[in-house]
């Protein structure tokens, strides 16, 4: 296919972290907003001008519309015709069952109207599992709490219920160091927190940022951090090595390489591979790396995701095999190792994928 290897026979990837699509009909305007967020804008594209001309409102057109009976790089107004006619819900089953993703790990409780990993798992007919963001889980705990004591207690009590039944954690976090804050400081953030806090509120003391992440950790699953730049969790990596909880990086643009890196210090450490492997796999060992679509609102955003990072991998093992570095048997290996062998040790997938 297109002249690039691994593309026709591709094994299902495992996408390691994504939050969900929505479920109901959508306008061109509703489209854009969506692919606008997608494309790192904020607000509306400018008079005249669309977000469907950007490197991923190109690869839509390229990659969505056949799944739809249309022919690629069809025009927008058309792809959107078609996905109406088609109806929300039977569009997102065929561009999720097209995206050649076979489990997916989704971020759990994240608002709006998007779909859970029960219905996302459904609807592509695949393998979905929860990974539980910790802040909002905080969050949701402060909401029903009276008092410093209760906040905390139901805290503990929500985070093992949690660990019961999802693939791993997740933080926010940008900072934290390399010890677990004390119990002193953590209820004095909490008494600070709930005594100016309404409901519904964003937790924004970093000591319970960091207790919620050291807690976590202590339960032993596998604990995705999503930072900025990973270098300030450098001592809390280093704090971690040998507690029995694995630890994957996805940080943002540009700081892919750097995380990368600090997955090849550390042997519990894990990174993102990013948008561009052909960096990342040349700074850690291949089984270090994974990938995700980190697809949100648009279900023609998994289909993106998993062929933008295909077709990086192939051209990427071809440009290695034709300079001799690596044989064939070895590039499908790497690409097979990034895009679903690495998340099924991680996560521990694997008796579902046997």
Not at 35 to 51: F, I, K, Q
Not at 59 to 64: D, L, P, Q, S
Not at 170 to 187: K, L, N
Not at 314 to 326: H, K, N
């Amino acid at each position: 296919m297109d002249g690039l290897p691994f593309l026709a026979d591709q094994p299902p990837l495992i996408d390691q972290y994504s939050v969900g699509a929505v479920h109901d009909e959508l306008g061109l305007g509703s489209f854009e907003t969506h692919l606008a967020a997608a494309a790192g804008a904020h607000g509306p594209a400018p008079v005249g001008a669309s977000y469907f001309d950007s490197f991923t409102g190109l690869a839509i057109r390229r990659w969505c519309p056949p799944l739809l009976g249309l022919e690629p790089h069809c025009p927008p107004a058309r792809y959107l015709a078609r996905r109406r006619e088609v109806g929300a819900y039977r569009a997102g089953r065929l561009l999720l069952r097209g995206s050649g993703i076979g489990t997916f790990l989704l971020e759990a409780g994240t608002p709006g109207n998007l779909t859970s990993a029960t219905e996302l798992g459904t609807a592509a007919a695949a393998h979905a599992h929860e990974v539980v963001r910790l802040e909002p889980l905080a969050e949701q705990v402060a909401d029903t709490s009276g008092s410093v004591d209760s906040f905390l207690g139901y805290t503990a009590e929500a985070l093992y219920a949690a660990a019961q039944h999802a693939a791993a954690f997740a933080s926010g976090a940008t900072h934290c160091e390399g010890h677990a804050p004390e119990a002193g400081e953590v209820r004095r953030a909490a008494d600070r927190w709930l005594r100016g806090r309404r409901p519904g509120e964003r937790l924004t003391e970093p000591a319970l940022v960091r207790h919620l992440l050291w807690s976590a950790v202590a339960t032993g699953l596998p604990v995705q951090l999503h930072c900025p730049d990973p270098q300030p969790l450098a001592a809390f990596l280093r704090a971690t090595a040998g507690i029995g909880s694995d630890l994957v990086l996805l940080p943002e643009t540009p700081h892919h390489r750097r995380a990368a890196q600090l997955a090849a210090v550390h042997t519990h450490v894990y990174a993102d591979a990013g948008p561009r492997p052909e960096e990342t796999l040349g700074q850690a060992p291949f089984g270090k790396l994974l990938f995700s679509s980190r697809a949100r609102a648009l279900p023609e955003l998994y289909v993106t995701g998993a062929r933008c990072f295909v077709r990086a991998m192939a051209r990427l093992v071809r440009e290695w095999t034709d300079e001799g570095l690596c044989g064939s048997e070895d590039g499908r290996r790497i690409t097979e190792t990034v895009g679903f062998g690495t998340a099924r040790r991680v996560y521990r997938l694997a008796a579902e994928a046997a």
